[in-house]
């Protein structure tokens, strides 16, 4: 079993719908990012997390760390909002990430 | 305040050259990390740089080497380089004393 699982793979949505794209995870962490990449492009990241819930523009970020959950919600979501977010969580100082797999969202106008 | 930037963005390399690729962290953070994605893969753990020092590496061959400069910036380099080289290599930076893991936009490296 990987160490950060993320749901769903793939997601397709219509334009406007709100979006929730799912990460749990394994091992005791000291913060969670969340990050976005465009087909063909960098990575961004969108959030990174330790505690509680964080908001920005349309995308919100929470995390339960007694669950060992977290969720990006889009709300109102654009076709510009097509891409692939990948989890990561960092077991503290010095450690690598480690990355989910990723889920593929296609916003559909 | 500036981010973590990396140079070039693309390179574009032939088959058995050597790349260079470049990491400047964010003021005050001292350790770099060094991430590979290939071409359909997942994001690969290749190197971590602390306070001048190779810490830990992934499981890459020889031919992916680095340093960390005394302004811990640092330097990717891949020898003999391999057309399965080709993939976005991304840095991260990150302080010693406070959390603040903040990653750069990457270099596409692309090996003809």
């Known amino acids: 079993k990987n160490e950060v699982e993320q749901s769903p793979q793939n997601l397709t949505a219509q334009e406007g719908e709100f979006i929730t794209i799912n990460c749990s995870y394994s091992?005791?962490?000291?913060?969670l990012h969340w990050l976005q990449q465009h087909p063909g492009g960098g990575i961004v990241s969108l959030f990174m997390?330790?505690?509680g819930k964080k908001k920005h523009g349309r995308l919100i970020a929470t995390i339960n760390i007694q669950e060992k959950h977290s969720s990006l919600h889009i709300t109102a979501s654009h076709p510009r909002d097509s891409a692939v977010y990948i989890c990561?969580?960092?077991?503290?100082?010095?450690?690598?990430?480690?990355f989910g797999a990723g889920t593929i969202l296609r916003v559909k106008s | 305040e500036a981010g973590v930037t990396q140079s070039p963005t693309h390179l574009i390399k032939t088959r058995g050259q050597q790349a260079t690729l470049r990491c400047s962290p964010i003021?005050?953070?001292?350790?770099v990390y060094w991430y590979q994605q290939a071409l359909g893969l997942g994001l690969q753990f290749l190197l971590w740089?602390?306070?001048?020092?190779?810490?830990n590496r992934g499981n890459f061959p020889p031919r992916f080497s680095g340093r960390q400069f005394p302004n811990y910036s640092s330097e990717l380099n891949v020898n003999a380089l391999e057309l399965e080289d080709s993939a976005l290599y991304l840095c991260?930076?990150?302080?010693?004393?406070?959390?603040?893991?903040?990653f750069g936009s990457g270099t596409r490296l692309t090996v003809v």
């Open positions: 990561a969580v960092n077991k503290g100082y010095g450690n690598k990430l480690v």
């Open positions: 091992v005791g962490i000291s913060a």
């Open positions: 997390l330790s505690s």
């Open positions: 003021s005050g953070h001292t350790s």
């Open positions: 740089y602390d306070e001048g020092e190779e810490r």
């Open positions: 991260a930076s990150e302080p010693r004393t406070a959390y603040g893991y903040t």
